[in-house]
């Protein structure tokens, strides 16, 4: 006997390797066999590869299913997590200057998550927050290719930030994959 369930039937878009998000000729990311010259290099091309997984993790799904908190009790979603990485950015820029940090983002410890509400302007706001935060830190890194130089009040090294950077992405990627798949079934890399 079959039972009814309201989870979602997996499925992928990819028609060559269906455990893949998307075909390797239509995936915009780097992917196998990239050759990044150099550590700076390398460390750049995965950050810049994470967020575009976020992104496209992201994409064809409305607001009610973008603020969808998928795995009760916890207040992640995958609009949380564009907050959230907006705030990381902003945190990230403060640790690097020497000047007064620039305020939260979205106020208390879990306004990121908790203000992720289904509306296309807190949406719209989100990935502006998020473009804007990712370039501001970006410009500021962009003259320090030295990744042993240490910048602000902490003294933090180019290198630790970057891998910091890379890291937090990769690991929200992993979350993103399975509220992906909670919302709507669709799985892959």
Known sequence: MRRMTDQPARW???TVYPDMWADPDDDPRSGEGFNAEGELATLQTFLADYRLTL??????LDPEQLARRSVPPSTMSLLGLLRHLAEAERDWLNWITDGEPLPKLYGDPDGDFDGAVAEQAVIDTAYADLEREQAATDAALAGHPDLSERLGKDGIAVRELL????????RHCGHADLLR???DGRVGQ
């Open 55 to 60: 992104r496209m993790k992201c994409q064809g």
């Open 12 to 14: 992928s878009q990819a």
């Open 163 to 170: 891998v910091h950077r890379v890291e937090e992405y990769a």
């Open 181 to 183: 798949e909670c919302i």
